[in-house]
C-alpha cells in the first residue's frame, strides 16, 4: 500500500480494475465519519499497512432511511463529498458508494456478501463496528459476518463501541440530538471536528446588504436541522480561504421564505460569493431567533441592526479565544 495515495471514489461494486479489488474495507454507514468510525477506519488501516494492500471504505448512497422513509426529516451529518474529504484524511484509498436502491436493499445479506464485496471488490479484510448491519431486512450481523468471511476467505475485525461519560454511547444520532438542542461544541467532540453544512451561495434578498451586513445563504437541503438560531461560525471557501462570522439558521421571515436556510456574515469581507460552494462550520450557539418589531407591529430595522452588532461582538470575541 502506497501511503499518502489520493482518494479514489468508485460508486459500484461491477466490472472493477484489478487495481480496485483485493482491498481491505472498513464498511458501514459512516455519515459524519465521528470518532466511533475512525475507529473502525483505523482497524482497516492496520491490515492494510500489513497486507500492503489498498484501505477502502464501502458506504451507501444514499443513507438507507432515505429510501424507506422518504417523508421524513432530513438528518444528514455531511454530504457526498465531505464524506470523501475526510475519509481521505484519514489515509483512505478506496471509497466505495455503493449505490442504494430497491434492488440493492431486496439482496440478502449472503447475496450482499457473495456479489458484492467478494465478487466485485475480492475484500481481503472487513472490519466493522459492533452494531453494523446489512443485508434484507438488517439480518446480516458482526457475527454472521465473521461466519461468511470463515467460508468465503476473508478475515474480520469488530471494533467496539466508543463509550463517554456514564456510558454514553458515540454514534450519529447522539450527533444529531446534540445539534437539535443547540450544543455544536458537544457535537465537534464526537465528530473530532466541527459540524459543517456545505452548499452553493444562492442569490438573496440583499435585504443583509442593505443592513450593513452582507449575506451568503445556503439551503439546509438534506441536511439535519440544528436548532435555530445564530451561531458563531468559521467558513471555509472554495479557494481554500477561512473566515469566522456568524451564521442565523432558520426561515428567511425577512424574505416571506419558509425554507430552513443559513445566512452567513463573514467578518472582514464584503465579497459576492453568489454561485460559489462554501462550508460553513458551527462553533457555538449565540442565542435563539428573535422578531423585531416595534411599538406598532412593524419589523424594526434599527433593532435587528443593533442585534447583528452584539451578535458579531460576542462570535469575534469568543472566536479569537479559540484556537
Known amino acids: 500500500m502506497q501511503p499518502n495515495s489520493p482518494l479514489k471514489v468508485l460508486r459500484d461494486w461491477r466490472a472493477l480494475n484489478s487495481e480496485d479489488q483485493g482491498v481491505v474495507i472498513a464498511f458501514g454507514k459512516f455519515d459524519g465519519v465521528h470518532i466511533g468510525h475512525q475507529r473502525v477506519i483505523d482497524d482497516a488501516a492496520q491490515v492494510a499497512r500489513r ?3 489498498p484501505l477502502g471504505v464501502v458506504s451507501l448512497e444514499p443513507c438507507p432511511h432515505e429510501l424507506f422513509q422518504p417523508e421524513a426529516p432530513p438528518s444528514r451529518l455531511m454530504s457526498a463529498s465531505q464524506r470523501s474529504r475526510a475519509v481521505e484524511r484519514l489515509g483512505v484509498e478506496r471509497l466505495y458508494l455503493l449505490p442504494f436502491d430497491a434492488a440493492m436493499a431486496a439482496r440478502s445479506d449472503r447475496d450482499f456478501i457473495e456479489e458484492v464485496l467478494v465478487g466485485g471488490l475480492s475484500v481481503r479484510h472487513v472490519a466493522v463496528g459492533a452494531n453494523t448491519s ?7 450481523n458482526p457475527e454472521a459476518l465473521t461466519r461468511y468471511g470463515a467460508e468465503y476467505g476473508f478475515s474480520v475485525s469488530i471494533a467496539d463501541l ?3 461519560g456514564a ?3 458515540i454514534s450519529s444520532t447522539v450527533v444529531r440530538r446534540h445539534l437539535r438542542e443547540g450544543r455544536p461544541d458537544l457535537a465537534t467532540a464526537i465528530l473530532g471536528r466541527p459540524f459543517a453544512i456545505e452548499g452553493p451561495v444562492q442569490k438573496g434578498s440583499q435585504l443583509g446588504r442593505g443592513r450593513g451586513f452582507p449575506t451568503a445563504n445556503i439551503a439546509l437541503g438534506r441536511y439535519v436541522a440544528p436548532r435555530s438560531g445564530v451561531y458563531a461560525t468559521y467558513t471555509n471557501l472554495s479557494d481554500g ?7 442565523s439558521i ?7 421564505s419558509v425554507e430552513a436556510m443559513l445566512q452567513v456574515t463573514l467578518f472582514d469581507s464584503d465579497q459576492d460569493l453568489c454561485g460559489e460552494v462554501i462550508e460553513i462550520e458551527l462553533i457555538a450557539f449565540l442565542r435563539e431567533e428573535e422578531s423585531y418589531v416595534d411599538e406598532h407591529g412593524h419589523f424594526s430595522n434599527s433593532q435587528a441592526v443593533d442585534q447583528m452588532h452584539r451578535d458579531i461582538a460576542t462570535a469575534r470575541a469568543m472566536l479569537c479565544s479559540t484556537p
Open 51 to 53: 497486507l500492503g494492500v
Open 134 to 140: 446489512f443485508g434484507k431486512n438488517r439480518a446480516g
Open 162 to 164: 466508543v463509550v463517554r
Open 167 to 169: 456510558g454514553n454511547v
Open 241 to 247: 480561504r477561512r473566515y469566522p462570522g456568524v451564521v
Open 250 to 256: 432558520g426561515s428567511n421571515r425577512d424574505a416571506n
